[in-house]
Structures are given as C-alpha cells and as structure tokens.
C-alpha cells in the first residue's frame, strides 16, 4: 500500500514537474511583461532577421528560424497610446533608428531584448531603419510605423515589394556583362537603397534630397545623349574592349566628358559617398552609399555600370 | 562466524555436501530464469543440470539417512570458509554479447564438479579420521561419476 | 635498448646488473570501498528512491531545455539548450563525470526515463515475483522481476558498439549544427528519447543504452579510466551465493538493467551505476571503489577498438577545424551555412574514411611491425598449456589499441579545455535568461561575453596531454611483457606502436600551442 502511494506520488510529481517546465515560462513571460506596462498599453515585438534583411512582427525562435520568411513589419501605433516596443536580434548585432519618433539609433544585439515605452504624440508615417550593418540585405532593413488617431481606419498595405525580399543566387549562366551585373546588383543588395532597376525613391531620413535618387537616369547623368551612343558604350563594354580605344572615333559628342563622369562614378561605388544633410545640425541619414571597393573587382563594377545604362527610359519610354 | 572445514564432523561433512548440491541447483535455476525467455537453449541446458543436481542431493540424502539419520545440522555453505562447488558464469558481459553458447554451460559445470572432486580429494589426504576418509573418497569418487556424466554431456552436444 | 646505438651487446657475458631480466610488473591495486568509508552514501544507494531522485532533476531541466530550443531564442550562445547541452554537459561528461565518476551519467541520464518507467511499472519499487508463478499476470518475467512490453531480445547481429560507433560519427559528423541550431539539438535530444522510449517497449531492459545510444558508446570506452567502479567485495561470497539477485533481481531490486552479471564484472564499460546489485545482492557484497586511475585495460573486440580510433580520429579533426588555421575546412563542416556541398562531401568523406579505415591501418602497420619484430622461432616441441611463444595477431592488436584509451580521453579533455573557459561566461547569462527573452532571473544576464582564456591554459592542456601519452605508453608496455614476458621482446614488440603514438602526440601539441 505504501508502496502504490509512493508511486502514484511519483508519477505526479513527475507528471506535474514536466508539464510545469514546459508551460511556466511562457506564463512567467506573459507576467513579466504584464509587470512593465503602464494601462492600456499595447506591445510591438520588432525582430531583426539578417539573412534577408527584416524586421518582422512575427515570432522568430528557435523552432521557425530555419526555415520561414518572416514578413516585413508593418507596426500600427495610435496617437497617445503607451506603447512598449520590445526589440529583439534572432542573430547579429542590429541597430534599431525610427528618427521620426526620436528612436534610437539602438544597438540590438542577438539574444537580447530592448524594451523601449514610446507614446506617440502626432499621426504620420515613420521610417525605421538598421543601422548596423548586419548583412548584404542591410540596407533593405526598414520599415513604415504608422501613427493613426485613437479609432481611425488602418489604411490598406501597399502591395507587397519585390524588394523587401533578398535572397542568393547563383550568378547568371554566359558571358553577358550586363546580365552579371544585374545580378550583381541584386547580390550586392544595391536595390535595397536603390531600388529595384535602379528607380530610387527610398526615403532616408534628414537627406538633402529627402529620397534616395533614381539610378536609372544614369545615363543621362553621365553626359550620354541618346539610346544610339548608351548602345555603343554598352556594346563596346560586352566586347570588353577599352572605352578609351573608342576615342579615335567617339560615338558621341563630349565623349571625354563622358569617360571623365564614368570614372567619377566608378570612384563612388569604390569610395562610398556620405549623404548630404538636410538639416546640417541633425543627425547624418540612415542611409550611406558604402563604399564597395572591398567587395567588387574593376569588372564587377564595370559591369554594373553596363546594366544601369542599360535602364535609362530613353525620350518616349515610360519612367 | 564461518566454519572451516578441519573442524566439522562427519555428519556435518556430508550435511554440507548436500547444501552444496542445493545451492548449486538453485544457482543453475537462478540461471535458466534469467536466461529463459532470452536464450532458451541456454536456459534449457541449466535447467536439465539443475535437475540432475537435485538428483545428486537426492543420492546424498538417502546416504545421510542410512548413515546417520535423523535431520540434517543446519549448516549452509556459507557458514563454510571454503568454497566446494560452485558453477557460475566465468564473465560479467556473457548477456550483453551473447558469448554464453549452450556448449559453455557444460563446460562451467564441468569445471565445478571438477573442482569439487579436488577439493574433496584433498580434503580426504587431510582427514585423520578413518569414517570421515571413507566419506570423503566416496564424495569425491560420486564427482568423478559427475565429472563424467558432464564430459559424455559435451561429446555428444 | 643501448644508448650507443646499433651495437650488438656480447651474449655471453651480461653487462653486470641486467643479468635477469627485472620481473614483470606486477599490479598491486588498491581500491577504497566508499561505500564504507561513506555510510551516508550507502544509505542513499541503498534507497529504492534514489535513481528516481537523481533522474527526475535532470529530466524536468532536459523539458525546460528542449522547450527553450524551440521557443527560445534562434541564438545558439543565448540558448540555454545549445549553452548546456553542447558547451557545460560535454565538458562535464569528458573531463569530470567520465574520469571521476564512471558512467554516472548514465544513472541519472533522462533519455530511458520514459521507456524504464513503462517497461517496468514503477518508477521507485521494484516488481519481484516467483519465477514459478510467471505465467500468472501481466507482462513477461526475466529472472524474478515482472516487466511490461514486449521483452525481445537484441538481435545477435547488433550485440556490439557497431550501430553506437556508426551513430557516433553521425552525430558528429553534424556537430557544427548543432552548436548552432536549437532546432537541430532538439530533433537530436527528442529523437533520442523517442528511439530510447520505442526500444524500451520492444527489446528487454536497457537495450537501448548497452547498443544504440550514441554518448554510451564513449561513455564505455572512457569509463574504463575511471577512478570509481561498482564491483563485488568477496569472490567466495559471490562463489557460494544461490540466488544470484543482482542478475536474477528480485524484491529488493531489478536484475542489472545493463545485461551485466555483476557478481563477475571486471570492467566499467557496461556498468551504469544504477546501484540495482547494490539493493539486490543479499550478501551486502556489491560496492563502490575508489581505485587508481586506467584500471580495465582489456579491450575486448574490434568494435570497442575501432570505437577508441574513431574518438581520437574525431578529436584530431575538430582540434583541426576549430583550432588549426585552416578557415576553409571549417566552411566544408558547416554545410547549411556555407552552401558549400562539395566541400561538405570532402569534409564527410574524409572523416569518415579517416575515422574508420585510415587511421585504423596506420595504427595496424607499426603493431604488426612491432609483432613480426618480436617474433620467435617457435619450438619444435609444443608444450600443452603453455603460452605460444608468439601471440596471435589480434591479441596483440587489441592489447595495443588500449592505450588508444588514456591517450584519447586526455587529448579531449584538452581539446574542451579552452571551449569551455572561452564560452563559460556564457553559462551565467542563459542561466538569468534562458530563452532569450529579456528575463534576468539572478542577475547575471547582461553579463558580457568574456572569454577567459588565463594564460596558463596551454600549460594545462599539454600537461592534460602528456598525462595520456604516460598512460597510453605505461599501459602499452604492461600490455606487451604480459604478453611477451621478456623485457626486450616487449619492447621490441612495442615500441613502433610506442613511436606512432609519440608522433600524433606531437601533432596534438603542435595544433594545441604550436
């Protein structure tokens, strides 16, 4: 009988010892979040993912890590409610910067969490960026927060971007210079700032020209005239020859002004080119053209060039 | 206190025998139901030879009883300094790699009884007593007859 | 050997001193019985209780973990479950619980836990039963305990560390993964207590631990070192016994779970200190010692051989690919990360091969040197029972593999040495937040990152490996005169063995602190 008692005894505890080590911490979690918000709070948990360049809404662990897509957060938050932003790494270091709600720039780091409390004070469209850079999707770590008034509609998402999502490829099959550099511009996560086929647009915070401009005109930037002499140039760079061999016969007028820009751009893809600041006493943007030097050989660059003349939407094309 | 066996009578030398053949019986059980269900032939052979053990003890009964009668002294081998016969398994891992063959088992009991009959015989080189001499050539002659039931066992297995 | 070099020394007239031979040495072992000097030990070994009080600690900190490789953070330094199980449990395993306590791990391992408990009914007593009465009741009856499930025995085919050395070299073929995914651990861990829970309901007793688990397999290997063994006190005692209660079992306790017959246990390598022959033998003969360090030394077969070359093969790669300056060979290891799949292939072919016939040959060719050097003419007259002058081959093979023993477990305390001191600051953050969720239990989870690594550490680990080295070549040469009985043919016939092992010590310490 003592025996039996001790058993059944046994397997309680043990049955009660699993189930508690198995469900107490998420109780314990939800409590000691509980414990730091002021009422009527609300919670947004903003997760870092490197390897494709997001903060997400979702909940990334050790489980779904491995293998899900978490999709771009899209945080809602509503003028004059507390809100406690809870920011995680699920792997490198990351830096959190929202400069429209004077957030941070943060360091995020992996494992951590960062409990911010905000209460947002006027309805708008936020950017949030990473500032550190984590990974080749760096720069396409951003964000809208959207401030609404207390009741007001949550407007409907824009449709989903290609460009919120990087991933490897392998490098284009054949020799085409074009081809490779337009997948070295995806590699490279040029796009993130850029933008897809180069057409810009991406805001970043206290620039001078308040977006990110168009790669696409960079045609035209380099003094090339026409659809005529961007072929002859794109043609001679598929042939590999040298651009200034073709100076005996230029294919346009202002050909050496031509050759001089393009050494010129070349240089800022190698060098880095530090944004112009809006306001000069804020804090300097977000985002920076890093210099790629390091990364890409005189071909790759070479080749990228080739793929961006080849974007510019000569007269009559739609922009 | 355990006994050596310079000092037991007669009676007592034969009592033990028989405890002997009890103990040894009951081990060769211990055997087979560990083995029964795991290597039955295993298991059969130290069935059959605890069977003939129990006949042994059979035989040395009926001799205590013609001898001296009564009831036997309770005396255990384990009061007994002296190891006479004892089969066991000559390795701790015999289970875990299957290394005990059915043949084995005779073979262990084979050395036992072969021990046994050693034992007594030096015993009996020993034994100032004359009664107590007959007793122990006639115990260790009733080995050899063991002994050679177990080596007919291993021919013809 | 003369130190002037080839020189043959005269026959006739022995140099003075070296007349005879010295005498072989001759084992004088001492053992301390802690049971004894330790009532209070006894008394908790002796409780029904005990395993259960052991296990179920470890068991309810294995579900926190494996909950915390799931839902807790993907980080593998910030995950408790990768931080324990790969960084502290291992270090614990190899260079503590191993050499100082045998396969304690085993008696408080939470992988069979499920399994036990349903295979024998209970968790604390122990079901005894008439052998005559088996039939009445539940269940199947081995020796005197009842047991639940099906009780088939373990295919003869598998009965060896075959499918354990295979599992081994598996696991830690992947072990990058691990140590970076909680996801993967937890497949491993859960999967183990899967297969551990299946095979318990099918096979007899711990099946699973004596052939299948993968940590069993080394544990065996190395606990041969250990400087504690369960044995019996008295041969006599076990000589007259009749019952047999530590293989039969019986009310006091279960026959040993391990298959093993303690009674005649002359070697760690099965024993999984459950202290069942401890409750059960009536006789009160069945105890702890304390005894010198490496004392099994008998290698039984091939497969406990082959699994001593695959652990040194093993530490010899990782000590290559996390401390050599070869970058690359790491990239090939960590195949989900890199991409890089030819080199994965390279990188599994190589270990592999190295691992099970590479190394193994290497080592064949200076032991078969070493035998056909030290061979004798045999006499024309065989005198029965008596050695052969000349040992088989795979006597002298296996006898010479042991040294394999001291040598490996030394080269990867060594090698877990400086893992642990540079990840250990690790251990008190997962502790204040296991799940990376931002908790801070004691405080101590914001705690930097410091790798300590003191700038005695290579002091210890070539010391650490010097010490396997004495061991490996004091235990080889015991090995050889018990074989060879004259000390010249010992020598001879050990020292190719003697030098290989000298070479790969080099290696190790050119890789630790060169």
Known sequence: ?319 | MSRTLDTLSPREVLALAIHVEQSNSRRFRAFAEVFQGYDPDVAKRFEELAAEEDHHEQLLDAQFRKKFGGTLPPLDQVDVSDVVEAVDLDDGEHLIFDTLKPRRVYELALKAERGAQEFYRKALAQAGDPTLAALYRELAEMETGHASFLEEKLRTS | MSPSGNIPQPLTEPAPGSAAPPPAPVDKPWRIDLLRALPPLKWLVKRRWFQFAVVLPNLLFFMLFLTTGVFGTPVGSRNILIVFVWIFWWFLLISAMVPLASRVWCTMCPFPFFGEWIQRGALIRSRGVDPKKAKEGPGVVVGRNRYFGLNWRWPKALSNLWVQNIGFLFLCTFSAHFLTRPLVSVIVLGGLILVATVLHLLYRQRAFCNYVCPVSGFLSLYSMTSVVEVRSKEADTCAKCKDKGCLAGGEKGWGCPWFMYPSKMERNNYCGLCMECVKTCPYDNMTVNLRPFCSDTKIKGLDEAWKAFIMVTLALVYSVLYLGPWGFLKDWANVFEKGNWAGFFAYVAGLWVSALVLFPAIYFLPVWAGWRWSRQKPPTIVILGQAPVNPPLKETFLRFVYPLVPFGMMAWVSFSLPLILVNGSYIPMVLSDPFGWGWDLFGTAHLAWSPVVPHWTPYVQVFLLLQGLYFALKQGYRHSVAMYGARNRALKAFAPVAVLLTVIEIAFLVLYVG
Request: proline share 10%; charged share 20%; glycine share 10%.
């Open chain 1, 1 to 319: 009988m003592r025996e039996t008692m001790a058993e059944i005894g046994a397997g309680l505890l043990t049955l009660a010892g699993i189930i508690a080590a198995t469900f107490y911490p998420f109780v314990y979690e939800a409590k000691s979040v509980e414990k730091r918000l002021p009422p009527g709070a609300q919670v947004i948990t903003l997760t870092g993912v490197a390897a494709t360049g997001t903060w997400t809404e979702e909940n990334v662990d050790g489980g779904n890590y491995w293998y899900r897509h978490f999709a771009p957060a899209r945080p809602v938050l509503r003028v004059g409610q507390p809100t406690l932003l809870r920011l995680k790494s699920a792997d490198v270091n990351h830096s959190f910067y929202c400069p429209g709600l004077a957030v941070g720039p943060l360091e995020v780091h992996p494992g951590h969490v960062l409990d911010v409390l905000i209460t947002p004070i006027r309805e708008g469209v936020f950017e949030f960026y990473c500032t550190t850079i984590c990974g080749d999707p760096h720069f396409g770590m951003r964000g809208q927060m959207l401030v609404l008034r207390e009741g007001s509609p949550i407007p409907a998402a824009e449709p989903a971007k290609a460009d919120k999502f990087w991933q490897e490829s392998p490098p284009p099959p054949g020799q085409s210079h074009v081809a490779r550099g337009a997948w070295l511009f995806h590699r490279n996560g040029c796009f993130t700032c850029h933008g897809v086929k180069g057409k810009g647009g991406v805001p970043n915070w206290n620039y001078i020209k308040d977006t990110i401009p168009p790669l696409s005109t960079l045609a035209e930037r380099m003094l090339i005239p026409d659809k005529e002499g961007a072929d002859a140039i794109v043609g001679a760079m598929e042939r590999a020859a040298d651009l200034k061999t073709l100076s005996s016969d230029p294919p346009f007028a202002r050909f050496n002004a031509f050759l001089a820009q393009y050494q010129s751009v070349k240089d800022v893809i190698r060098k880095g080119n530090p944004p112009g600041k809006k306001d000069p006493k804020g804090l300097p943007p977000p985002l920076e053209m890093l210099p790629f030097g390091m990364r890409l050989s005189d071909r790759d660059i070479d080749d990228l060039i080739a793929y961006l003349l080849t974007l510019e939407p000569w007269e009559g094309g739609d922009k």
